[in-house]
C-alpha cells in the first residue's frame, strides 16, 4: 500500500515538472546549490 501511494505521488510530480518546466528549473537551481 505504502509502494503505491509513493509511486502516485512520484507520478504526480514527475506531472507537475512536465507541465511546468519553470518548476523543474527552480527544483535544478536548489538541488545545483
Request: charged fraction near 10%.
Amino acid at each position: 500500500m505504502k509502494r503505491y501511494t509513493l509511486s502516485m505521488i512520484g507520478l504526480a510530480i514527475v506531472t507537475a515538472i512536465i507541465a511546468n518546466p519553470g518548476i523543474a528549473l527552480a527544483c535544478n537551481k536548489l538541488i545545483g546549490t
